[in-house]
């Protein structure tokens, strides 16, 4: 399907935007099933507190029309809605005149292995570490260099994603996943106020967890930690929830918390 920049069918933007230029800018990807986007409030929800935190000055009501009529002619497949701060010629400067340029790209549904849902993956233990910015911490922003060299250093298919930790040593995300450990019937996740994307499927669960009753911890999460660990999961809006049985020499089996949830998500993603 065509892509739309600023609500009309265009395959271009001009060489001076700024999200080329400097990353200057937040994306969202979001599963879309039978025209609809899945969990287009809280995908949303983060674009509008990257733009405030950004100073983005975007118009919320206007994306979210797009998104939907642009999703509902997408049927099934990925809808990529970029936002960049528009242009300017060179220079870090913000042109406050600039308006916020909107771009939406569609693709067919994601491909993974089914096997990657079923039995469970294996991580890649990355070498890349995670830099604190509190500034950035939680953005979906466009700079995504650290997640591009973590992608890099392995292409085995063996591996399904990397584990990140931060320059610290403690255990962040995947490389585009989110991770939950289940220790002792609760969940734990990482706190994301140094660095790492706050995920929406990570929203997600966090409040299907709620709904279940199960207790839940957002905390920082060492090595020792992950390897002590019940069950662990990886998440996205895309996949959903994938097991995960190993990383390096650590090995966990899939367990029912992990199923508990999983089905929840397949049932939200139609998958
Ligand atoms: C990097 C992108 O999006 C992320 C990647 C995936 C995926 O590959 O499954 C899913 C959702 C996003 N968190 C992208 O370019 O769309
Ligand atoms: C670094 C990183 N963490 C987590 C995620 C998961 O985010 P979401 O659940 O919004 O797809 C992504 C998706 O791109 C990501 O790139």
Redesign the pocket.
């Known amino acids: 399907m065509h892509s739309w920049v600023d609500g009309q069918p265009a395959g271009s933007v001009p060489l001076k935007d700024r999200g080329l230029a400097y990353g200057d800018g937040l994306f ?2 979001i599963a879309v099933r039978a025209g609809q986007p899945v969990l287009l409030d809280r ?1 949303l929800q ?1 674009l509008d507190e990257g733009c405030r935190r950004l100073a983005l000055v975007a118009d919320q009501s206007m994306i979210r029309s797009e998104v939907l009529a642009y999703a509902a002619a997408l049927g099934d497949g990925v809808l990529k809605l970029i936002l960049t701060r528009g242009d300017s010629l060179r220079g870090y400067g913000i042109n406050p005149g600039a308006p916020v340029r909107r771009i939406l790209q569609g693709s067919p549904p994601a491909s993974y292995p089914p096997a990657h849902g079923l039995e469970g993956v294996r991580l890649f233990p990355c070498a890349t570490r995670l830099a604190e910015q509190p500034l950035l911490a939680g953005l ?1 922003h466009l700079n ?1 260099l650290e ?1 591009v060299i973590a992608r890099a250093e392995w292409q085995d298919a063996e591996h399904a994603e990397g584990l990140m930790l931060d320059m610290s040593g403690r255990v962040i ?6 991770l939950f450990l289940v220790c002792d019937g609760g969940l734990l996740t990482a706190d994301l106020n140094r660095c ?2 706050a ?4 929203a997600e669960v966090l409040a299907q967890a709620q709904v279940l009753g199960l207790p839940v911890t957002v905390a920082d999460i060492s090595l020792e930690q992950l390897r002590q660990a019940d069950e662990v999961f990886v ?4 996949y959903g929830i994938w097991p995960v049985r190993g990383c390096a020499a650590m090995s966990w089996s899939v367990g029912p918390l992990t199923r508990k949830l999983q089905g929840i998500v397949r049932a939200l993603l139609d998958i």
């Open positions: 969202e990807t995908h983060r979906k995504r997640q995300e995947g490389v585009f996943s989110n790492g994307v995920g929406v499927m990570r998440c996205n809006s895309v």
